[in-house]
Structures are given as structure tokens and as C-alpha cells.
């Protein structure tokens, strides 16, 4: 069973909410001004969640970071601006816009996407152990009869410095306001709810198939929020949007009705079912075709060393499980059993790389979300969901 989370565990003071209102440039400007000091410090954070233990390696690529990062930067700026230009010029506009408040050169911005590029391209091969656990269940199976998703995001500490919960209110036509999760210097997010009752929730996944286009995942959930208004519509929208990289979409929308979307950057896949949950691995028998072998090693050479010739699967694997058995156990989940299976340490009750609330040498569960797309409404955390408090906030 998962642990038992008091209600005084989920009410918490509020927290802070960047709210960018207008145009694209305008709403730039909104979240560059209010992450200004984050943005300022771009490198130091890379440097953290590269080298979160510091010592003398960290202190020689300190040196060396700014030009490394800048270079990267203008790298992303060159390749990424044209399929921007040519799919989601929003996007673009609202860059600019972030660097103008934000007083940073524009091209310090496209180093998140191009990070997340990069990882997307070496994870066919290679993949970095990113994780999250995500859970669905529909109007049936909640105890307050609503679809709802929870989700733990897990990634090195050190991002939390970046961390932006944010209100986006496109002036538009045809654009919806949504709630998001995301990171300071991006203009796409992780996870959110729009003003129809759509929610969505993306982890990271590690699937093979042909780019047509340099557009990171980020991008693609913030699209889905402002165009889409259900979860049959984010299904249609997705199948034929050029993309770069994998990616596991957790859907649910106003009308209860849910899907786990296992996306390649050339193909997906869809389940459903009154309950769900995915962490990282496919789950399809099409998509497992393209994710990483289960039995692939970590080589020994990677750091930290704890993982060296641990399976690269183990852990979403494990934490997959382990979720799976607590939604199982219950019948109509209320609100606090989602928090509590996104607390949980497994049945030895100790936090690790492989349970849902993660503790690993490298990653640990950094922020948690649960969204409720029928009031438009989420709940966000940053910290770990075992300690932390979540903040009730809504569109």
C-alpha cells in the first residue's frame, strides 16, 4: 500500500506564478522579466546538474562554460530558427520576447532545446536515465467521479533553479490560457491544463524513428494546450506534427476520458483503460520495437558510477510496477492516494533510483503535479512529493 499523506501534506501557502498575458513578444517579455535572475545564471545551473558534486572538474569547466554554452546556443540558434519559422513562429516570437525581458542574448535561450535535441538524438543508442512516473485514472475509477493525471518529475536538483509554474493568456484568436509547468528559458512546458479541460503530462521517452523537423517535445505539449480541446483531438493533432525526439504523453480531458501516448518522432501508439500509468519504456508492442533493448548496460565508463552496468530499463521498469500495483490496490482513487502513490518508497519504505517518489545517486523526483482538467485546476510541487507541500492553483 502507498503511504497514508495527511490533508495538512496537501494544502500549502501559494506559490509563485508567472502570469504572461498579450501577443507572443509580449508574453515573452512577461516571463523574461519576472526569470531574470534565473536566466542571468543559465550556466551555473547547467554546470550543477552536469556536476552536481563539484570539485576540481567542475571548477576548470566553470572556465570554460560560457563559451561552450554560447557556442551551443548559436548551434541550436542555426538549426532550430528555420523549422521554427516554418511551424510555430509563436514560439519564435515569444523567445525573443523572453531575452528582451530577460536582457540576455537571444541565443542563450535555444541551449535548453537544443539540449533536449541533442539527448533525444543520442538516446537511440545511448540513453541518459531521465525519468518520470505518471498516472491516469478516468471518471470512473476517481473517488470524486473526474479524470485526473499525477506525475512526478524526476531530474538532477540542481534544475529546480529554474523551475517557472506559469499562466499563459495568448491574445491570439483561436489560442487557449493554460496553466503549465515548465523551465525558465522555454516557451514550450512539461505539463499543464487549458482553458477546455485538457490536460497533458510529458516523460521523457527514448524511441527511434526519422525527424522531420528540429522541434523539441516542450514545444509540441505547449501547441496541444493552446489549439486542442480533448483528449480525441490531441490524439489527431499529434499524429501528423513533424518532431524531434520520444516522448510518453500522459492525456485526460473535462469529459473523463484519458490516453497514454507513446510518441516517436515519426510514429505513435495509443493506449487506454480506465487506469494508466507509464514511466519510461514503451508499453506497446509497436513502440518496444523502437526503445532500447531491455537488456542494454550502462557502459562503465558513465558517471555517476553507481550506475555502471545497472540496465538501462531497471528503473522504469521497477517504478512502472510498483505504481501499476498501487493503482490496482485501490478502487476510486481519491486526490490524496494520488499524492500518496507519487510519495511512495516501495515495501521497504526507503526512497531509491527505482521507486515512484525517486532518490538516485544522479536523479531524484525534483517537482510532482496533479491536474484536474474538469476544474481546470492543478496542484504543483517543487521538492520531493514525500516532504513537500502542494499549492492549489487554477485557470
Same mark, same amino acid.
Given at each position: 500500500?502507498?503511504?497514508?499523506?495527511?490533508?495538512?501534506?496537501?494544502?500549502? /501557502?501559494?506559490?509563485?506564478?508567472?502570469?504572461?498575458?498579450?501577443?507572443?513578444?509580449?508574453?515573452?517579455?512577461?516571463?523574461? &522579466?519576472?526569470?531574470?535572475?534565473?536566466?542571468?545564471?543559465?550556466?551555473?545551473?547547467?554546470?550543477?546538474? &552536469?556536476?552536481?558534486?563539484?570539485?576540481?572538474?567542475?571548477?576548470?569547466?566553470?572556465?570554460?562554460?560560457?563559451?561552450?554554452? @554560447?557556442?551551443?546556443?548559436?548551434?541550436?540558434?542555426?538549426?532550430?530558427? /528555420?523549422?521554427?519559422?516554418?511551424?510555430?513562429?509563436? %514560439?519564435?516570437?515569444?523567445?525573443?520576447?523572453?531575452?528582451?525581458?530577460?536582457?540576455?542574448?537571444?541565443?542563450?535561450? !535555444?541551449?535548453?532545446?537544443?539540449?533536449?535535441?541533442?539527448?533525444?538524438?543520442?538516446?537511440?543508442?545511448?540513453?541518459?536515465?531521465?525519468?518520470?512516473?505518471?498516472?491516469?485514472?478516468?471518471?470512473?475509477?476517481?473517488?470524486?467521479?473526474?479524470?485526473?493525471?499525477?506525475?512526478? !518529475?524526476?531530474?538532477?536538483?540542481?534544475?529546480?533553479?529554474?523551475?517557472?509554474?506559469? $499562466?499563459?493568456?495568448?491574445?491570439?484568436? @483561436?489560442?487557449?490560457?493554460?496553466?503549465?509547468?515548465?523551465?525558465?528559458?522555454?516557451?514550450?512546458?512539461?505539463?499543464?491544463?487549458?482553458?477546455?479541460?485538457?490536460?497533458?503530462? #510529458?516523460? #521523457?521517452?527514448?524511441?527511434? @524513428?526519422?525527424?522531420?523537423?528540429?522541434?523539441?517535445?516542450?514545444?509540441?505539449?505547449?501547441?496541444?494546450?493552446?489549439?486542442?480541446?480533448?483528449?480525441?483531438?490531441?490524439?489527431? $493533432?499529434?499524429?501528423?506534427?513533424?518532431?524531434?525526439?520520444?516522448?510518453?504523453?500522459?492525456?485526460?480531458?473535462?469529459?473523463?476520458?484519458?490516453?497514454?501516448?507513446?510518441?516517436?518522432?515519426?510514429?505513435?501508439?495509443?493506449?487506454?483503460?480506465?487506469?494508466?500509468?507509464?514511466?519510461? %519504456?514503451?508499453?506497446?508492442?509497436?513502440?518496444?520495437?523502437?526503445?532500447?533493448?531491455?537488456?542494454?548496460? !550502462?557502459?562503465? $565508463?558513465? $558517471?555517476?558510477?553507481?550506475?555502471?552496468?545497472?540496465?538501462?530499463?531497471?528503473?522504469?521498469?521497477?517504478?512502472?510496477?510498483?505504481?501499476?500495483?498501487?493503482?490496482?490496490?485501490?478502487?476510486?482513487?481519491?486526490?490524496?492516494?494520488?499524492?500518496?502513490?507519487?510519495?511512495?518508497?516501495?515495501?521497504?519504505?526507503? @526512497?531509491?533510483?527505482?521507486?515512484?517518489?525517486?532518490?538516485?545517486?544522479?536523479?531524484?523526483?525534483?517537482?510532482?503535479?496533479?491536474?484536474?482538467?474538469?476544474?481546470?485546476?492543478?496542484?504543483?510541487?517543487?521538492?520531493?512529493?514525500?516532504?513537500?507541500?502542494?499549492?492549489?492553483?487554477?485557470?
Amino acid at each position: 500500500m502507498a503511504p497514508e499523506v495527511s490533508p495538512e501534506r496537501v494544502a500549502a /501557502p501559494a506559490q509563485a506564478v508567472v502570469e504572461c498575458r498579450g501577443d507572443y513578444r509580449a508574453m515573452g517579455r512577461d516571463q523574461g &522579466a519576472a526569470c531574470r535572475a534565473e536566466l542571468s545564471r543559465i550556466e551555473e545551473v547547467l554546470l550543477s546538474i &552536469a556536476l552536481p558534486h563539484g570539485g576540481r572538474l567542475a571548477g576548470a569547466l566553470g572556465r570554460v562554460m560560457p563559451p561552450v554554452t @554560447g557556442a551551443l546556443g548559436r548551434a541550436g540558434r542555426r538549426l532550430m530558427t /528555420p523549422d521554427l519559422v516554418r511551424l510555430y513562429p509563436e %514560439h519564435l516570437e515569444r523567445m525573443i520576447g523572453i531575452a528582451e525581458g530577460a536582457a540576455v542574448p537571444v541565443h542563450r535561450l !535555444f541551449m535548453g532545446p537544443m539540449v533536449e535535441l541533442v539527448l533525444n538524438r543520442a538516446a537511440y543508442t545511448m540513453p541518459p536515465p531521465a525519468a518520470c512516473t505518471a498516472i491516469a485514472v478516468t471518471r470512473g475509477r476517481s473517488a470524486s467521479g473526474e479524470a485526473i493525471i499525477a506525475k512526478n !518529475f524526476d531530474y538532477p536538483p540542481a534544475s529546480s533553479a529554474v523551475h517557472l509554474t506559469r $499562466w499563459s493568456r495568448p491574445r491570439s484568436p @483561436g489560442r487557449a490560457a493554460s496553466l503549465e509547468v515548465t523551465k525558465a528559458p522555454l516557451t514550450g512546458c512539461h505539463d499543464g491544463v487549458n482553458e477546455h479541460g485538457l490536460a497533458v503530462a #510529458y516523460n #521523457y521517452g527514448h524511441f527511434r @524513428g526519422r525527424a522531420r523537423a528540429r522541434i523539441s517535445i516542450s514545444v509540441l505539449v505547449q501547441e496541444l494546450l493552446e489549439t486542442c480541446r480533448s483528449v480525441g483531438d490531441a490524439i489527431a $493533432w499529434l499524429r501528423d506534427r513533424p518532431r524531434s525526439g520520444g516522448a510518453l504523453l500522459m492525456l485526460a480531458d473535462a469529459e473523463g476520458d484519458i490516453a497514454s501516448v507513446e510518441l516517436a518522432p515519426d510514429f505513435l501508439t495509443v493506449r487506454r483503460g480506465e487506469a494508466l500509468v507509464h514511466a519510461n %519504456h514503451a508499453l506497446t508492442e509497436d513502440m518496444a520495437a523502437r526503445d532500447v533493448p531491455r537488456e542494454a548496460l !550502462f557502459p562503465r $565508463w558513465i $558517471w555517476p558510477a553507481e550506475l555502471r552496468g545497472r540496465r538501462l530499463l531497471e528503473s522504469s521498469e521497477r517504478r512502472h510496477a510498483r505504481a501499476s500495483s498501487l493503482v490496482g490496490e485501490r478502487g476510486a482513487a481519491s486526490e490524496e492516494d494520488l499524492v500518496a502513490m507519487l510519495s511512495d518508497h516501495g515495501a521497504a519504505a526507503r @526512497g531509491d533510483d527505482h521507486t515512484v517518489c525517486r532518490h538516485g545517486p544522479y536523479y531524484s523526483t525534483t517537482s510532482s503535479v496533479v491536474i484536474f482538467p474538469r476544474r481546470r485546476a492543478m496542484r504543483v510541487l517543487v521538492g520531493s512529493p514525500c516532504t513537500g507541500s502542494f499549492t492549489d492553483l487554477s485557470l
